[in-house]
């Protein structure tokens, strides 16, 4: 009863942020990319699940002002929820009543695809190319928001590139260098260990960092493939690609590689714990640039700070420029809502979001703007960026974007059990093959 209370109460919060805002509307097809009509001014909404003070936000709340000088009636309400669960639960309990805004963020999941297969999500493929800015967009940006049958109907607002930042002074310490392999993580932080230093710095309160290590051996035994199985039961973890990640996670925890207590800390402790030269690697993408590669950084270890891509191992599926990089959750258009109105305004703030967004010292999600190197960045804040420029094109997406709901809480709370060695890898993997053959198949049907 209170849960349904609680969901009731969802919808009605968010009908009412929405009244008046989506009576209008072109009830088109997905496909339907340039409705004939009239441009008539009105509110529209994006619910949204970004940070509120984040420059997206930002940006847009500008360009939407903009707009609205020249399209006097016009107004984009922003619903933010930046609680990445709480923000499903309102997503998926508006889709099921029919309510969903102009506007929504959604990563490319089997829940996305069900909206896009039942005709309410507008192709963003045909969009993009309609407006004349598909050709402008990182093809890498674009692959992340896709499904699994290439098909596109996210639009990206960022580009990330996620690495292995380490302690040169450290390493040098420790008598050790930068691995060439995945398997050599092990033995790197017995000799960090011993060298009195926390080898890997991770945010384990919030679950989904210590989730990427998982899906490192996958991805370079197997490039996408193996995620694409395992998330439909189609493939395990007892098969030999999951046992090999699996026990490499268990290394990683009986070799002490990261943090004690990992799993009560949380995003702010683990940067800390690198920026303070207390731990030797710290993994994590390219948005903490402004923390890491900034002449404010602590002076005793700003000039030791560097980084390393994600190691490959013999016989990689996947080559050494080919790793974790994402351009963040997209932003869907409802096929319902969608008219003259709504096209003319993502055809012009499409159009000037790139600069804009360039201009905070992040990379754009397209190729035709510079990103503006921030006032007191150090030389590693150009070297991440220009990574974006050699780039392969295999991702390895992050399996919380993959994984049905129930599996992926279930996977993250396991990892912490295996990695602490409250769990046997053994006893992982039954577990786990367990919940994607009970969850799986309901959800990917």
């Not at 292995?164 to 930068?178: D, E, H, I, R």
Request: glycine content about 6%.
């Amino acid at each position: 009863m209170k849960k349904f209370l609680r969901t009731a109460a969802i919808v009605a919060a968010v009908a009412v942020a929405l009244a008046g805002c989506t009576g209008a509307g072109g009830g088109g097809k997905a496909g339907d990319v340039n409705p004939s009509g009239e441009i008539k001014p009105r509110a529209i909404s994006w619910l949204l699940s970004r940070p509120a003070d984040g420059a997206t936000i930002t940006i847009m709340k500008e360009l939407a002002d903009e707009y609205a000088k020249k399209h006097p009636g016009f107004k984009l309400n922003l619903i933010t929820t930046p609680d990445r669960p709480s923000y499903i639960q309102k997503y998926e309990t508006l889709a099921a009543a029919n309510k969903l805004p102009e506007l929504f963020d959604t990563d490319a999941t089997p829940f996305a695809q069900k909206l896009a297969k039942q005709g309410r999500m507008v192709d963003a493929e045909k969009l993009l190319k309609s407006i004349g800015v598909y050709k402008d967009y990182r093809p890498n940006a674009l692959n992340y928001q896709r499904f699994d049958d290439g098909s596109l109907y996210m639009i990206p607002f960022e580009f990330q590139l996620e690495y292995f930042w380490y302690n040169k002074a450290l390493f040098q310490q420790a008598g050790v260098s930068v691995p060439s392999s995945l398997n050599d993580f092990p033995a790197l932080c017995k000799k960090l260990r011993q060298s009195g230093v926390t080898p890997l710095a991770v945010d384990g309160q919030d679950a989904w960092p210590l989730e990427r290590y998982i899906a490192y051996q996958p991805f370079r035994i197997t490039g996408p493939e193996y995620i694409q199985k395992l998330k439909k039961g189609d493939a395990k973890f007892s098969d030999s690609t999951g046992t090999k990640a699996v026990n490499w996670m268990a290394d990683l925890g009986t070799s002490k590689c990261f943090q004690e207590g990992f799993s009560s800390q949380g995003y702010s402790d683990a940067q800390n714990l690198f920026t303070s030269g207390k731990a030797a690697m710290y993994n994590i993408g390219t948005w903490e640039l402004s923390s890491l590669a900034t002449d404010k950084l602590n002076s005793a270890v700003r000039n030791d700070v560097d980084f390393f891509t994600l190691p490959t191992i013999a016989d990689s599926a996947t080559a050494a420029n080919e790793y974790v990089v994402s351009s963040g959750i997209g932003m869907a258009v409802n096929a319902k809502t969608f008219d003259p109105l709504v096209r003319d305004f993502l055809k012009f703030a499409l159009g000037k979001y790139p600069a804009a967004y360039a201009a905070t010292g992040a990379l754009s999600p397209t190729t035709n703007v510079e990103t503006t190197i921030p006032a007191g960045a150090t030389p590693l804040y150009k070297k991440a960026l220009d990574q974006a420029n050699d780039l392969g094109s295999k991702l390895a997406m992050p399996w919380d974007t993959q994984l049905d709901p129930t599996s992926n809480t279930r996977l993250q709370q396991e990892l912490v059990l295996l990695v602490q060695g409250d769990m046997k890898p053994t006893e992982f993997i039954d577990t786990m093959d367990s919940t994607i053959a009970q969850n799986a198949p309901k959800f990917f049907k």
